[in-house]
């Protein structure tokens, strides 16, 4: 069978760069008082994290974990692990979780378990995508990017088997 390939665009480079403006803004409002800790998730949220957070014109502190719920290809386990943990303590801290795309909820839903267990003064969620049609655990996002259908995406920080994550725009991986 032929490799799935990148294919039509989904979100393109001026709508992210636009959106992604405007998230980092509108979420700055909200943290004038105490610096909030940006918690993104490896390593699909790594360019989104880098825009976002030069759209946050406050002072906030950065840190990242890695969490793996998919395997190579395109279905989710449905298991989420924790690879690589903060190195930042966060009790008493606002933290804000900076996630790539919501898919069944379950990745999600488990890194939130793990970081409210640590006592942080508050805890709210922005992803980049949502993907509500798919949603299999009821999961709170308090900002989310772009809502988008049930396709599988690539670029953006997206990846399938480790690839394509340095497109610059969200593309549909479609077969060959
Ligand atoms: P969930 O636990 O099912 O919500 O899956 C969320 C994780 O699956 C995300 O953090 C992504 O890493 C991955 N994922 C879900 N959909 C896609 C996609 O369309 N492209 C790339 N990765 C995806
Ligand atoms: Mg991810």
New binding site residues.
């Given amino acids: 069978m032929p490799a799935p390939r990148p294919g039509r665009v989904v979100i393109a480079e001026p709508e992210l760069r636009a959106r992604v403006a405007a998230l980092g803004a509108e979420i700055a409002r909200g943290y004038a008082a105490e610096p909030p800790v940006l918690v993104g998730?490896l390593q699909?949220a790594f360019l989104f994290m880098a825009d976002l957070v030069r759209a946050m014109p406050i002072a906030l502190a950065t840190d990242f974990v890695r969490?793996e719920?998919?395997g190579g290809g395109?279905t989710?386990s449905g298991h989420?692990r924790l690879t690589a943990d903060l190195s930042t303590p966060i009790e008493g801290r606002d933290v804000v979780v900076v996630?790539?795309?919501?898919?069944?909820?379950?990745?999600?839903a488990a890194l939130r378990r793990a970081l409210e267990a640590r006592g942080p003064r508050s805890l709210r969620v922005c992803a980049l995508c949502d993907?509500l049609e798919?949603r299999?655990v009821d999961v709170r996002l308090d900002w989310v990017g772009f809502t988008i259908p049930n396709?599988?995406?690539?670029g953006y920080g997206?990846?399938?088997a480790g690839l394509y994550r340095n497109l610059p725009h969200v593309v549909a991986?479609e077969d060959a």
């Fill in positions: 998730v699909g969490l719920s998919y395109r989710s989420v996630e790539d795309i919501v898919d069944t909820g379950r990745t999600v993907k798919r299999q396709v599988f995406v690539v997206f990846d399938y991986l």
